[in-house]
């Protein structure tokens, strides 16, 4: 087998309709066809079967995906590895989102905030929900992904994708290695957005990498964490739906999973 071959199961186990996959390679049906004729008969199974609307995925292509898909990554990283990066204009983004009963933004008035300890105003009580350490998100075929953990002097001249948080600062507070910020997200689900698009790599909590299976994850040898929790004003009184939060908060452990939001609260992480 060769990579184009992988590259062709890959897109006819994507679009599950071999025209697609054909269209989405730039090659006729009938390469397509002949590519995964070849790999069955090379790796001795039937990776797909026809019906009229396409085609499906059989059992052995399940598990075939997987590790195609992981050579097409490494092949893609291993190209890019010397490959001179083309010049780059910053963009910054922002979003707002409402979400479950009530997720506003930042600056909109609210019971409380989901926010990172470090965040959290003089006048506002914290409740610790969940501790988060930091990681980095890349694009599956950036040269980094070769390596198992990445330490602060690879990020040197690599394209990274910035957000407002006193922690991914913290960690380049301590290494003198310049960072090429080529795009600026306010809210984590646009970072991972970008570093899926190849935009460039970000240091984002692992929870938020790891729920995302467009991206890479590789770990750092400067551990940073984050504290996430409930912030809410000290001085002004809290509303019942508040109170009530609060009150089933504190029946759950610290680093218990996210709860159901049921007060109008501000994602500020």
């Not at 009229?52 to 059992?59: D, E, H, I, Q």
């Not at 991914?168 to 970008?194: C, G, H, K, N, Y």
């Not at 964490?225 to 009150?247: C, E, H, M, T, W």
């Amino acid at each position: 087998m060769d990579i184009r071959e992988l590259r062709y199961f890959a897109a006819v186990f994507r679009e599950r309709n071999l025209t697609a996959a054909a269209r989405r390679c730039f090659i006729s049906q009938p390469s397509i066809s002949a590519a995964i004729t070849n790999l069955e008969a090379e790796l001795g199974t039937t990776l797909f079967i026809r019906h009229k609307k396409g085609v499906a995925p059989t059992r052995s292509a399940e598990q075939f995906h997987s590790v195609a898909r992981r050579i097409i990554d490494d092949a893609d990283a291993a190209r890019n590895l010397f490959r001179t990066p083309s010049a780059r204009h910053a963009l910054t983004l922002t979003s707002a989102s409402d979400v479950a009963l009530r997720l506003v933004g930042i600056h909109e008035a609210a019971d409380a905030r989901i926010i990172s300890k470090s965040m959290i105003d003089a006048d506002e009580h914290f409740i610790p929900l969940w501790t988060d350490r930091y990681v980095v998100a890349l694009p599956p075929s950036h040269p980094l992904t070769l390596k198992d953990k990445l330490r602060t002097s690879d990020f040197a001249g690599v394209a990274m994708i910035d957000r407002c948080h006193c922690e991914q600062s913290e960690f380049f507070s301590r290494t003198a290695q310049p960072r090429e910020t080529v795009a600026i997200a306010e809210s984590e689900d646009w970072a991972m957005a970008l570093v899926a698009a190849g935009v460039g790599i970000a240091i984002v909590p692992e929870g938020v990498a790891r729920a995302n299976p467009d991206v890479a994850v590789r770990e750092i040898e400067v551990e940073v964490k984050r504290q996430v929790g409930l912030a809410y004003s000290a001085v002004r009184p809290a509303s019942d739906v508040l109170q009530n939060f609060i009150a089933k908060l504190g029946k759950q452990r610290p680093n218990a999973p996210r709860a159901k939001r049921v007060a109008t609260i501000t994602d500020g992480r």
